[in-house]
């Protein structure tokens, strides 16, 4: 059973940092690509970043680009979204997600998914 499991959430001021984490489980962490997305109320779900399976490819959402960095560790089996200077807009449940994709190329739309985790709160206020 594959589970994916976020931490590192919490509330912040402003121009602070937090650092999540995805815990992955019952896979085969180094044959996915992996992603985060995010969901603020009365917003439609976004990517924010992705990473392909090896490292050597990631892709932003424009409004993260210089502040945020993905990061995976395949033999420990997590992914890290570092996050900096943080803006009240990034207020949002932020959520890991798994493709099973053995090539190099990351896509950015959540229907090419296949695996998700429960998702962690991110606050940050002004």
């Known amino acids: 059973q594959v589970q994916l499991v976020e931490s590192g959430g919490g509330s912040v001021q402003a121009g602070d940092s937090l650092r999540l984490s995805c815990a992955a489980s019952?896979?085969?962490?180094?044959?996915?690509?992996m992603a985060w997305f995010r969901h603020a109320p009365g917003k439609e779900r976004e990517f924010v970043a992705a990473?392909?399976?090896?490292?050597?490819?990631?892709r932003y959402a424009d409004s993260v680009k210089g502040r945020f960095t993905i990061s995976r560790a395949n033999a420990e089996k997590a992914v890290y979204l570092q996050m900096n200077s943080l803006k009240p807009e990034d207020t949002a449940v932020y959520y890991c997600?798994?493709?099973?994709?053995?090539?190099?190329?990351?896509?950015?739309?959540?229907?090419?998914?296949?695996?998700w985790g429960q998702g962690t709160q991110v606050t940050v206020s002004s």
């Open positions: 990473i392909s399976r090896s490292g050597g490819s990631t």
């Open positions: 019952g896979l085969t962490l180094s044959s996915y690509a």
């Open positions: 997600a798994a493709e099973f994709n053995l090539g190099t190329q990351v896509f950015t739309t959540s229907a090419s998914y296949d695996y």
